[in-house]
């Protein structure tokens, strides 16, 4: 076991951002190539793969009273900051803001959809008068793969990004549920560079007072404690956990101007391998070594499932951040390496299909499903009650069950991805 590598590993799969990751790569690549021409940008080309498209139409822009892949874009143009990566257009102003809606509302934004095949691919064209640049993110949602000003490539971009070391391949060859089990049973947070963990527990933790706090989207978190004042739903360690979770994604698809750290290019991801591990512990006065150890669990299953599966699909993502908070929810109330094997049976036999229709408000309501989920996949698993080899795309080995899951999203989701987006596309938005 490299215990340096799997540290490098988590660091390396969660960052912080602001917003709808979706976006905000949409907002990086054209800040990226802002960097690059002569001039203000007076024209703005933006094309993008289905999976940024469907997750970029409904998101709140942080900041702003915006949605859309196009204002993303005329934002990350005018004031877009590449080195705050995710949280490109934190520091936009109200004068930002109005520039980049005027050359959206002047007609000088143009989106359209990419033939190239990856599902996470984001090209921006800016120009003004005969200057022109381009930049392209693909892959990964901070990837810059390709720039060029006035037609001529950027060549140090493309060998920086082929310099990357921590690749899907690695995380595949490095992580298995025995692998993550090992390392956080041995972790040291004194010597064990988790830095991640301990943001992703602090800062989740605050978006979920914000949002429960505010008033933001559906309001799930609100409307769950609601149901819990007036009887309909009871109290308790899961309601609370729910409550919480859905309260964070609450915010952060509104667009509130507050940080997450995300786990494999995702907020809502993030938000969900953390904070229903976290809530239970303070509900169940669970100690913060153990809670520590257990959102660590956590966020490596998120990852692991990840390697192979990709960052986008047609397959909602909350499903695999909740099998990673399932795990964690076994192993904060003692459960071993089986159990935990349990856990990722029971959520891939349940929540395997849930659909990603794209990012917007009712994130949060389909979280909070994957959390209730991730509870009672959880309590079976430590009574050792597991969905049966016998029974649909679950085998007795969970890691076949999660190559299973993996070529459903993968080989299954290309199809639903046009079918969604075309339904999208018609409701003239």
Do not use: W
């Amino acid at each position: 076991m490299n215990r340096t590598l799997i540290c490098q590993i988590l660091n390396h799969e969660m960052m912080l951002a602001t917003g709808c990751t979706e976006p905000a790569a949409i907002a990086l690549t054209a800040a990226v190539a802002r960097g690059h021409l002569t001039g203000e940008p007076t024209h703005v080309k933006i094309l993008a793969s289905v999976n940024i498209i469907k997750n970029a139409m409904a998101a709140g822009i942080p900041g702003t009273d915006c949605t859309g892949m196009n204002y993303a874009a005329a934002l990350g143009a005018v004031c877009g900051r590449v080195d705050r990566q995710l949280q490109v257009v934190d520091d936009a102003t109200a004068e930002d803001v109005a520039k980049a809606v005027e050359l959206v509302r002047s007609g000088n934004v143009e989106m359209g959809r990419t033939p190239e095949p990856d599902k996470l691919y984001v090209e921006v064209e800016l120009t003004n008068g005969s200057h022109q640049s381009r930049a392209v993110i693909r892959g990964a949602h901070t990837n810059v793969t390709f720039v060029e000003k006035d037609h001529q490539e950027v060549e140090t971009v493309a060998q920086e990004a082929a310099a990357d070391p921590i690749t899907p391949q690695l995380i595949k060859e490095t992580l298995s549920i025995q692998t993550i089990y090992d390392f956080v049973e041995t972790l040291d947070p004194k010597t064990d560079d988790l830095h991640m963990i301990e943001q992703a527990i602090k800062v989740n933790s605050e978006i979920a007072k914000v949002g429960a706090e505010g008033n933001f989207g559906l309001n799930i978190g609100r409307h769950i404690r609601k149901s819990q004042e007036s009887g309909l739903m009871g109290r308790g360690a899961m309601l609370e956990a729910v409550a919480v979770t859905s309260s964070a994604a609450d915010a952060r698809m509104a667009g509130a101007n507050v940080p997450v750290v995300t786990n494999s290019g995702s907020g809502n991801q993030g938000i969900t391998a953390t904070m229903p591990v976290v809530s239970a512990a303070q509900s169940l006065g669970i100690d913060e070594e153990r809670t520590f150890r257990a959102v660590t669990l956590s966020h490596l299953m998120a990852i692991h499932i990840h390697a192979d599966f990709g960052l986008l699909s047609g397959l909602c993502g909350a499903t695999i951040a909740a099998t990673g908070a399932a795990c964690g929810l076994v192993y904060l109330q003692g459960g071993g390496v089986k159990q935990i094997g349990y856990a990722v049976n029971n959520m891939l036999g349940d929540v395997t299909g849930m659909l990603c229709d794209g990012a917007k408000a009712d994130c949060a309501l389909k979280i909070s499903t994957c959390v209730f989920t991730a509870f009672h996949c959880a309590a079976m698993a430590l009574r050792d009650e597991t969905v049966k080899p016998t029974d649909g795309i679950v085998e007795s080995d969970p890691e076949v069950t999660i190559a299973n899951f993996v070529k459903l999203g993968n080989d299954g989701s290309p199809k639903m991805d046009d079918l969604v987006l075309d339904m999208l596309l018609q409701k003239g938005m």
